[in-house]
């Protein structure tokens, strides 16, 4: 069930040809300070991200970047953003696969850029996000017996954990 | 298209050669886990984490100006690019424009920034080949620059000097002679260092066809800057995405299409002089006006205003204590730093501190690309590698 969006965004090259792919791709999106987000379905990001990149016109042919947010207490709790680029058109896109706070879990896309490697497993270090298909998912930054993902709200600041 | 790494098949003869954390020829703690087989590496595997501080954490328990001095410290060799990013990812929440002067002002420091990262790069790079005299000239240089970072914000290196809305304070007068002599001095510096390596047989045998890394294998990677010109691939966030003013600036976008150690070293000279040329032309045209935005309850009102207007005190006082808040969203802002694309992604929830602040850093990517990069090579061409892409080990753990 294809979410309404308003004509301005609908009618955007991203939206559509994500929405001509598969009509429930794009959940959401929106135009804040000029950067378009588009908040997608989760189980397709690997297909979306593949027609991003492969289609002529708009050529996301560059990963910029994978964090997440944590929207803790809300649910979906985690947003995975992932920094899209165009080196043709120089166009920016911006990607969010909403998860559940409960075992959240997301397609690997190392198979499409190798440099993913490492800023899926920062992710998943911080925020314990998985990755499933990752070759090789592991803390980056903590130790690797480390406890908790303290970029995780619920996380303290300070004192004892 | 580049495939991701798989682990070669391994022979009984192969040993773990680890490299790091504390080897000197690392630049700070990385540990390089190295598959060798006699002098051959037949796989590498950066382990990074040694200096992580927390500082994207730490962010969210901070106001949004309070942040500003944990930026510079994630890369201390590069802080003003630093706060640039952080200010214009603030200001674009806000939707607020800085004067011309304080844009201008940006543009000559980070250009400065930028010379100060590849004279620190230029010279670690040369020692670890094994030219100790390129080392000793670009510090000298380096620290003509640091006493202008000094000059204007009162510290070398965490400078802090960037506000959102604009600067901290004026540079006191002499700062321009200081920087009209400095940006006379380098070029002929710059032949210098070029007399010493460019044409230098040892120095060519070491760098020429070492590393090498195609422009395809640098896009699919994440790399950018510096690394991904000398593949070959023109792309300068300055020109392709403009920010603080750069689309007033006349400036080239150096190339190279090796893409070996050499390429990097060649691409890095040249953007240092073309670093000169636009600092030269922002000292120049340096337009009159405030450093500051005029947008009270965000940017602190000036000292003597609020020894005589009440307005001005009571805003002074909001912002110390309660901070200011940017209406609920995220930005992405993405600067050219002097390792490459430098990106901060902010998350506000309309309250005073961050929801979330992510750094884009480019050093991690950069250390990535060594898996990438020294299979296959020797353990002395190694260094020359690992010491061409250009991290600091702040940024990569941060």
Not at chain 2, 182 to 202: A, C, H, S
Request: charged content about 25%; glycine content about 6%; hydrophobic content about 40%.
């Amino acid at each position: 069930m294809p979410a309404t969006l308003p004509a301005e965004l609908a009618g955007r090259p991203e939206v559509r040809k994500l929405r001509e792919f598969n009509p429930g791709a794009v959940l959401g999106a929106t135009d804040f300070r000029g950067q378009l987000a588009l908040t997608i379905a989760p189980a397709l990001l690997r297909d979306i991200c593949d027609v991003l990149r492969r289609d002529p016109e708009l050529s996301y042919d560059f990963l910029t970047d994978i964090t997440a947010v944590d929207r803790y207490p809300v649910e979906p709790r985690f947003e995975v953003v992932y920094q899209l680029r165009s080196m043709k058109t120089r166009q920016r896109l911006r990607l969010k696969a909403p998860l559940p706070g409960d075992d959240p879990r997301i397609d690997s896309l190392v198979g499409l850029w190798p440099g993913a490697d490492v800023l899926e497993c920062e992710v998943y270090d911080l925020f314990g996000v998985r990755f499933t298909g990752h070759p090789n998912l592991r803390r980056l930054l903590m130790p690797d017996d480390w406890e908790g993902h303290p970029l995780r709200k619920d996380y303290p600041m300070e004192g004892p954990r | 298209m580049a495939e991701p790494i798989t682990p070669p098949p391994l022979s009984a003869d192969t040993m773990v050669l680890n490299v790091g954390p504390q080897h000197p020829s690392t630049h700070g703690v990385l540990r390089l886990i190295l598959e060798i087989e006699g002098e051959s590496i037949l796989r590498a595997t950066p382990d990074v984490g040694f200096l992580h501080t927390g500082i994207e954490k730490n962010a969210e328990k901070l106001f949004y100006s309070q942040v500003i001095p944990l930026t510079d410290r994630i890369d201390y060799l590069a802080p003003l690019s630093n706060n640039l990013v952080y200010c214009l990812a603030v200001e674009k929440l806000l939707a607020l424009e800085p004067p011309a002067r304080a844009q201008w002002l940006r543009v000559l420091l980070t250009e400065l920034t930028r010379i100060n990262n590849h004279l620190v790069w230029l010279g670690t790079t040369a020692l670890e080949i094994g030219a100790m005299t390129v080392f000793l000239y670009c510090f000298r240089e380096r620290e003509e620059i640091l006493k202008i970072f000094e000059m204007c914000s009162g510290q070398r290196m965490m400078s802090s000097y960037f506000r959102v809305g604009g600067l901290a304070l004026e540079p006191p007068l002499d700062f321009y002679s200081r920087v009209d002599t400095n940006l006379k001095t380098l070029p002929g510096r710059f032949d210098e260092y070029e007399d010493l390596l460019t044409e230098n047989r040892i120095w060519l045998a070491r760098t020429c066809g070492v590393g090498v890394l195609s422009a395809d294998d640098a896009i699919a990677w994440g790399i950018t800057g510096p690394n991904l010109r000398a593949s070959g691939f023109a792309s300068d966030l300055r020109r392709d995405e403009p920010y603080s003013s750069y689309d007033k600036f006349d400036f080239v976008v150096p190339t190279r299409p090796e893409g070996d150690v050499y390429a990097r070293y060649v691409v890095r000279m040249e953007e240092m002089r073309q670093s000169v040329r636009i600092a030269r032309q922002a000292l120049d045209g340096l337009p009159e006006g405030p450093i500051r935005a005029d947008a009270p309850g965000i940017v602190l009102p000036e000292r003597e205003k609020m020894k005589s207007e009440m307005e001005a005190l009571i805003y002074h006082f909001k912002i110390v204590t309660d901070g200011f808040a940017p209406p609920p969203g995220d930005v992405y802002v993405a600067v050219e730093s002097p390792k490459g694309e430098l990106g901060c992604y902010l998350v506000s929830d309309g309250g005073p501190r961050p929801w979330r602040m992510r750094w884009r850093p480019p050093s991690l990517i950069n250390v990535q690309l060594l898996a990438k990069l020294l299979p296959g090579h020797l353990i002395a061409d190694a260094i020359a590698i690992v010491a061409s892409v250009d991290f600091v080990l702040g940024e990569v753990d941060r």
